[in-house]
């Protein structure tokens, strides 16, 4: 009984660390960590318990109390079940053109689902930036009529420093620190902060690249022709609150066809089965092959599982 966890809780994080075998690539190896392991299946359980515990310490919310979260379906699905244990109420509010299957992961959890309609114009699938700013709106009335608590991943310090020491201690722990670059799709931010901190405070001359849609290179200093693209949970041409420069090595674009491409050569040759942001981090990671040196080691994150965009044309 020794491995036995006391509830679902315990079982978030310590995610394998897998390598691609088919990527087409010469001279890196691109290892990949299956964030879809966590029971929430996506990277976002992770901050979701580090930031409820943080204010749980502080005093600030108690068993009954009612959570808040502006999401596009992860970070509230984590938030749903760590609310599950611990006897919160928990509403989330979110952009109806995000994935059927995340909404109903929400409701099964428990969750109230709070859902934004979409601008004129826009497109279910593509999250725009005047869509997120419209769920924002409507995140900020609720939690005054409600009284309600909001961990906010966008500002609360808790996204990246979770990271920091897990995620990234995790792949440090895996490789036995034999990496030399890193790769993240930028949402929040916390995931690649996180991560690059920890990588850089064990070996500086680790780099650490961002991704970002081909449409919107807002943080690379791109022309941002649209933030109406497919790879969801970010990419809206917005800074993050906590954002480092020093630890940026370099800024790589992928299109929404690179990103689907990939996540579908991924379920057919490597058997791995992943979401839009992991086909991009993934087609990101391949961009350097040619400027990486022979047998570098690349890891990148998936952030979640295909099976939350079985309503969408992500897989055929």
Not at 142 to 152: D, G, T
Not at 163 to 177: A, C, D
Not at 205 to 212: F, G, L, Q, R
Request: charged content about 25%; overall charge neutral; glycine content about 10%.
């Amino acid at each position: 009984m020794m491995d036995v966890k006391e509830n679902v809780l315990g079982a978030i994080g310590n995610t394998p660390l897998v390598k691609l075998n088919k990527t087409g690539c010469k001279n890196i190896e691109i290892y990949v960590k299956l964030e879809y392991y966590n029971p929430g299946l996506s990277v976002k359980d992770r901050i979701a318990i580090g930031m409820l515990e943080e204010a749980e310490r502080k005093a600030i919310i108690k068993p009954g109390d009612t959570i808040i979260g502006k999401t596009s379906g992860n970070t509230g699905i984590g938030l749903a079940i760590a609310c599950a244990v611990k006897g919160y109420k928990f509403v989330a509010v979110i952009s109806e053109g995000n994935s059927i299957e995340r909404q109903k992961m929400l409701r099964a959890m428990g969750a109230t689902v709070v859902l934004v309609p979409q601008l004129p114009g826009e497109k279910p699938g593509q999250i725009s930036r005047i869509d997120n700013e419209a769920v924002e709106r409507k995140t900020i009335e609720l939690m005054e009529e409600l009284n309600a608590y909001r961990p906010n991943q966008y500002s609360n310090p808790m996204n990246w420093k979770v990271h920091e020491k897990t995620t990234g201690r995790e792949i440090l722990e895996q490789t036995g620190g034999r990496i030399d670059a890193f790769v993240a799709y930028v949402g929040t931010g916390g995931t690649f902060i996180g991560i690059s901190k920890a990588l850089k405070n064990f070996n500086d001359n680790i780099k650490c690249y961002p991704v970002e849609p081909d449409v919107a290179p807002f943080l690379a200093g791109g022309k941002v022709i649209t933030t109406r693209h497919r790879i969801q949970g970010g990419g809206h041409a917005v800074k993050p609150p906590y954002w480092y420069e020093e630890l940026v090595d370099g800024y790589l674009a992928v299109s929404d066809e690179e990103a689907i491409k990939t996540a579908r050569n991924m379920a057919k040759e490597e058997g791995i089965f992943t979401g839009f942001s992991g086909g991009a981090n993934v087609a990101a990671s391949m961009k350097l092959d040619s400027s990486l040196d022979s047998g570098s080691v690349v890891v990148t994150i998936l952030p979640d599982t295909g099976l939350k965009y079985l309503s969408t044309d992500l897989y055929e």
